[in-house]
């Protein structure tokens, strides 16, 4: 069984914190993310930062009971796929230099990993999501289960290694530069597809209404997709950055939300605009794409049936983008905006002039960022997962792209004022977000 290593901070452990030795790593975090909207979002309550902080048996108490008072007609089944872990965060008030021995302003262990993160904020939004990871028979397994358990997702399903090791994550909150260092350590054995039986398979997609892969365990993750896409379930890719099996995950992909070097990365384009056209060109499935820009907001392309339409305008989607940053940049909303384009045929110039031949009906939508005073902004650990969250959510009740993005970034900016994945999402009754539900 793999052993913490031991990064020692001579910091007074916090009171539901790790001990004073803390890792970091990147499996839980993604790159920061504020997304969007066509209206103002309500002003933000911000929880009183001072008050002490509960026990972990407390913590999961408080957090079975309010799952418990959710008030939803329908509690759709959601299920993700992906790699869950443990974190342990120190925040501190600078970045160590090589060497150097500082003091934690705070810390905190909880559950991360990208799955984890995003069904537990779809939980509290009011999904009922199934997990399929892997965890090991230990200490920290016992509690990524038991804080997940207690956040409403059913991990009934999780393979459980006998012998085996958990995946951990140590993260490091650099307050000055508002950045978090990561550094993750595997669970050991490895998830293999022969752990998952066909009828395993077929309880966790049933009744189903969205599939979510977070993009690791991939092997394991085309299996369920192939089910879930013969059933003509609705999939979800979270494209982080390219991995062994990924390309043939997306095509699968009804929906894609990616980070911001992924489109470019995974097709060569020289523009994110003409990156997102060739993506949507080349994954005949797809519905949507969402690219994450961290504090500056996102940008989604959003395909569309042609039919009969009247809107046969030709547009290049460059000048598309330029022409809705500019006009981002002009504008001056505290609380995230959409901006769209016209429906079109999206295109690119051909070098000698004219458009290119191919195309993809629909239009770009540009979502600003919230802004988040710099008193108020804690951690971006997980803001993409929480975003991705928000996403799930909106798929599931059918909300258009206009009160989507703007919800997924008034639950990611909410995240962003907690210490770690989890602590700040907020829950379907909460002032922040009742609005966009």
């Not at 839980?28 to 209206?39: G, K, L």
């Not at 997940?148 to 009934?156: F, H, K, N, Q, R």
């Not at 390309?247 to 003409?274: C, H, M, R």
């Amino acid at each position: 069984m793999a052993h913490h290593p031991s990064i020692f901070f001579t910091a007074k452990p916090m009171p539901n914190a790790a001990p004073a030795h803390c890792f970091f790593s990147s499996m839980a975090s993604r790159s920061q993310i504020f997304p969007v909207t066509v209206r103002d979002s309500p002003p933000l309550r911000v929880a009183n930062s001072s008050a002490a902080e509960p026990s972990f048996k407390e913590d999961i108490d408080a957090c079975k009971v309010a799952i418990s008072s959710f008030a939803l007609s329908e509690r759709h089944i959601v299920v993700g796929c992906g790699t869950v872990s443990l974190d342990y965060l120190a925040k501190v008030a600078s970045f160590p230099q090589p060497d150097e021995k500082i003091r934690a302003i705070d810390s905190q262990v909880q559950g991360g990993g990208n799955v984890g993160n995003a069904l537990t904020a779809g939980a509290r939004l009011g999904l009922k999501p199934r997990l399929i990871s892997k965890v090991g028979n230990d200490a920290s397994g016992n509690r990524i289960i038991a804080e997940l358990e207690a956040a409403g997702v059913d991990t009934s399903y999780v393979v459980i290694a006998d012998g085996g090791n958990s995946p951990f994550t140590y993260v490091i909150v650099d307050q000055e530069k508002n950045t978090r260092t990561c550094i993750h350590t595997p669970g050991q054995p490895l998830m293999e597809p022969n752990e998952l039986s066909s009828s395993t398979i077929t309880a966790l997609l049933s009744g189903a209404k969205l599939v979510y892969f977070d993009g690791r365990l991939t092997d394991t993750a085309l299996l369920i997709a192939n089910e879930a896409s013969q059933q003509k379930l609705p999939i979800l890719v979270d494209a982080e950055r390219k991995r062994d099996h990924l390309d043939e995950l997306l095509t699968f992909a009804n929906y894609i939300v990616a980070s911001a070097k992924f489109p470019q990365a995974w097709t060569g384009s020289s523009s994110l605009a003409s990156a997102l056209l060739s993506m949507a060109i080349r994954l005949e499935k797809l519905t949507f794409l969402i690219v994450t820009l961290g504090s500056s907001g996102c940008v989604m392309l959003e395909k569309l049936d042609y039919g009969n339409s009247d809107h046969n305008e030709v547009m290049d989607v460059n000048l598309l983008l330029k022409s809705l940053q500019k006009e981002a940049t002009q504008s001056n909303h505290r609380h995230p905006v959409v901006l769209s384009s016209k429906v079109g045929k999206l295109t690119l110039t051909s070098p000698g002039g004219g458009f290119t031949e191919k195309f993809v009906y629909g239009r770009l939508l540009l979502g600003m960022a919230e802004s988040i005073p710099p008193e108020e902004l804690v951690d971006t650990t997980g803001a993409g997962d929480a975003f991705i969250g928000a996403i799930i959510y909106s798929i599931c009740v059918g909300l258009p792209p206009e009160k989507m993005l703007p919800l997924g970034a008034v639950v990611a900016g909410a995240n962003c004022r907690a210490l770690g994945a989890r602590d700040g999402l907020p829950l379907r009754d909460d002032a922040r977000v009742c609005a966009f539900l």
